[in-house]
């Protein structure tokens, strides 16, 4: 027995050594957990900021319900501009086509217009 008395002695003795050194790093968890407790201290007020950020998000829903009959009006318009995009082209082409031909017009019927002007009763 006393050989293991001897071993307890010598357990607690190495106990006391490894944990003598606890009280120290007590110390700087407890600076650590103080700096935390700090740094939480403006948690909810950020919180709140996120909270009232997050708030128009909760109005989502009602403007997808709003949105969604829009779709397919959307689409038959899309779908309509694409049909009328080439009569467009085509009328801008016989536009550019007509002026020429109007020109050659006006130059023809000049003389008439000239004529008309020499008439007696004319207001000119």
Do not use: C, F, W, Y
Not at 19 to 28: K, N, T
Not at 93 to 101: C, G, Y
């Amino acid at each position: 027995m006393p050989g293991q008395m001897n071993d307890v002695r010598k357990e607690i003795t190495g106990l006391r050594r490894d944990l003598g050194v606890l009280p120290g790093q007590m110390e700087g968890l407890h600076g650590e957990i103080a700096g935390l407790r700090a740094n939480l201290r403006s948690m909810p007020g950020k919180l709140d900021k996120v909270s009232e950020a997050m708030e128009p998000m909760k109005e989502l829903p009602g403007v997808r319900k709003n949105v969604e009959p829009l779709e397919a009006a959307v689409l038959s318009v899309r779908e309509a501009v694409d049909d009328l995009e080439p009569m467009i082209a085509e009328m801008d082409k016989a536009i550019r086509e007509l002026h020429p031909r109007l020109e050659a017009i006006q130059e023809s019927v000049e003389p008439i217009g000239n004529l008309a002007d020499r008439l007696p009763g004319s207001r000119r």
